[in-house]
């Protein structure tokens, strides 16, 4: 069994719901059992303007999966939620990155892992740290040693009983 990371976020169509139910769908996945998730995280788009808030969460995954087989599950769950991609940091109904996969480093035109960008985003850091206080990102250390970098960054837990 392997452990997966998988950040999650939404800012389209009930981005609360949205990341609900795709929380819902990773327990249905075949091959994965979810472990922990963090709470959900309001977070103001990095390096976009004029779109609503994301709402984000991070997931833990137990899986006999391959990184590459995950990856495709993950895109399946969001064509499902009608991911579309019309142009880079388009608003989106359901996005999911693979962020780590147990202390792989893999490399290819198709995945990254560890997510390239993750120890720079506060809305990966937070809720990562939050499930997984140690975690460790293979060639950069300590995740928790990288969130100060993300303090200028706009995030806020949302209660447990938020509706929308």
């Known amino acids: 069994m392997s452990i997966a990371y998988v950040a999650l976020g939404a800012n389209l169509d009930d981005p609360v719901a949205q990341v609900r139910r795709a929380l819902d769908a990773l327990k249905a996945l075949p091959g994965a059992r979810l472990q922990r998730a963090s709470s959900l995280y309001r977070t103001a788009p990095v390096g976009i303007h004029g779109q609503p808030d994301f709402i984000n969460a991070v997931a ?5 999966l391959s990184p590459s087989a995950l990856l495709d599950e993950l895109f399946a769950i969001e064509a499902v939620f009608g991911r579309r991609r019309d142009y880079y940091h388009a608003p989106r109904t359901l996005d999911l990155d693979l962020l780590l996969f147990d202390d792989c480093v893999i490399d290819t035109p198709t995945l990254s892992v560890p997510h390239p960008r993750m120890h720079l985003r ?3 850091l937070a ?13 950069r250390g300590s995740a928790a040693a990288w969130r100060p ?3 200028m960054q706009a995030i806020e837990r949302l209660p447990a009983d938020i509706h929308n």
């Open 60 to 64: 833990a995954l137990e899986t006999t």
């Open 122 to 124: 506060a809305f990966v």
């Open 127 to 139: 809720p990562l740290l939050e499930i997984a206080p140690d975690c460790r990102i293979p060639g």
């Open 149 to 151: 970098a993300t303090q």
